[in-house]
C-alpha cells in the first residue's frame, strides 16, 4: 500500500529546448491562469517593475519491489522514498530579465523559494540548513536555491554578470522539475555534482553560436563556510545554426575544506546533444571527478561515468524517452556504501502534457551495482527495480 507523507543556465537552456516535452511545461498556460483567466503577470504592479511571478508543483510515488520497512529507497535521492505519496517540490519565484537588446545598463533578478522532499539534496551550507529544522517535518524541508542579482553591461555583443546564489551550470539534469524529462535523477546528479553556487558567474554570447561562462563561487553547495577557497568556475557552449546539434563543457575547480587541510578537488563535464531527425533526440554525458587527499588528508580519490538519453515524440503532447548510466565511485567516498563500486541503471519513461499546465510522468527504472557493500535494500541487495510516476503542475 502506497501511504500519503505530509534554474538554469543559458547552456542547460538551449540543452532544455530541444526536450519539447520539459521546456514546453514551463512556457505553457499556468494552472492560475487557466482557472480564473487572469494572468498575475499582467497586473499593473508586476508590468511596471517588469517582474514575472511563477510556480509549480511536482507530486509523485515510487513503488519498489523490496520494499524496505522504513521506505528508504537508498541510494536513489530526490524519489528516495518507496511506496509513499511525496510532495517533492512546491517552487516559488519572482524575476526580472535583464534586457539582453538594451544598449545601456540595466539590472535584473531572480529569487526561488522551493518547499518539499526534494528541498534537503539542495541545501547549501550557511544558509538552507538554518531556515528550519527538518526533523519537525520529517523528510519535507526548505530551501533558496537562488537569490541573485543579474547584471546587463552593454559590452561587444552584451555581458550579463549573476552576482549571489544559483543553480550550477554544470550537467545536463537539474533540480527544477519542469526542466527534466525523468521524475527520477542519475547517479552523475545526485553524487557527482554540485547542485549550488554562491559567487559571480559572467555570461558573454561571442555569436549566434558560441557561449563563454566564467566566474568565482565559493565551491559546492556552499554559501558561507570556508569563504576563502574560491573556485573557478566555466562553461562553453556550442549551437549550431539549426538549433539541431549542440555541445557544452564545464568545469569547476578549487580547495575545499580549511586551510589546515584544504585540498583541490575538480570537476569536468561534457554534454553533447544532437537531434536525429524531426522526432528523434541523443544526449550524451561524461563526467569526470578528483579530489586531492580527501580521505584523511592521504588518498586521492576520483568519480567518473557516462549517461546517454534517447527522446522520441510520439505526438505533440506526448514523448517517450529512456537514459542508460553508468557511474564509477573508485573509492567508495561518493555514494556512502562505504566501498567502491560502479553502478548502473536503465530507466525507461513516458512525458504526457495532459493539459497546458499539467505533466505526467511514469518511468520504469532498473539499477545494479557491482560493489563489496551491496547497496540496495538495507545493503542485502545488488539490484533494484521501481514504477514511478509523478505530475508536475505550473502556475
Known sequence: MIALETSMSVRQACLAIFLLTTCGSAKSEGLFSAVSGKDINQL????????????????????ATDNQANHNNSPISFNDQSNKVLLNQANLFVERLVDMDANEWN???????????????????????????????????????QAYMEVFMPFGKGITAK?????????????????????????????????????????????????VNSGAVTGWDNFDKNLSNWNFLGDLSWTNDEASS?????????????????????????VISQRLGDKL??????????????????????????????????????????RGEWFRDNNGTRLNIGSPGDYYAITAG?????????TLRPELR??????????????????????????????
Request: hydrophobic content about 40%; cysteine-free; proline content about 1%.
Open 107 to 145: 539590472v535584473g533578478g531572480r529569487i526561488d523559494v522551493l518547499f518539499g522532499t526534494d528541498s534537503r539534496f539542495t541545501h547549501a551550507t550557511g544558509l538552507d540548513d538554518k531556515l528550519i529544522n527538518e526533523r519537525d517535518l520529517g523528510h519535507y524541508d526548505l530551501a533558496i536555491p
Open 163 to 211: 552576482i549571489g546564489h544559483f543553480y550550477t551550470v554544470i550537467g545536463h539534469e537539474v533540480v527544477t522539475a519542469p526542466n527534466n524529462f525523468f521524475y527520477s535523477h542519475s547517479y552523475a546528479m545526485q553524487y557527482g555534482e554540485p547542485f549550488t553556487h554562491s559567487g559571480v558567474l559572467f555570461s558573454y554570447a561571442v555569436n549566434n553560436n558560441f557561449t
Open 246 to 270: 549542440a555541445a557544452s563543457w564545464s568545469i569547476i575547480s578549487g580547495d575545499v575544506g580549511n586551510k589546515a587541510a584544504s585540498s583541490n578537488r575538480t570537476l569536468s563535464s561534457l
Open 44 to 63: 499593473e504592479l508586476m508590468q511596471k517593475h517588469g517582474l514575472n511571478a511563477g510556480g509549480w508543483l511536482a507530486v509523485g510515488a515510487t513503488y
Open 350 to 358: 513516458v512525458n504526457w502534457k495532459a493539459i497546458g499546465w499539467l
Open 281 to 322: 533526440q541523443y544526449v550524451f554525458q561524461n563526467d569526470i571527478g578528483y579530489q586531492r587527499q580527501a580521505v584523511n588528508s592521504l588518498n586521492d580519490v576520483f568519480w567518473y561515468g557516462i549517461n546517454q538519453y534517447l527522446f522520441y515524440d510520439l505526438s505533440d503532447t506526448v514523448s517517450a524517452g529512456i
Open 366 to 395: 532498473y539499477d545494479w551495482a557491482h560493489s563489496k557493500t551491496k547497496a540496495y535494500n538495507n545493503h542485502t541487495q545488488d539490484n533494484q527495480l521501481e514504477l514511478a510516476v509523478d505530475m508536475v503542475v505550473t502556475f
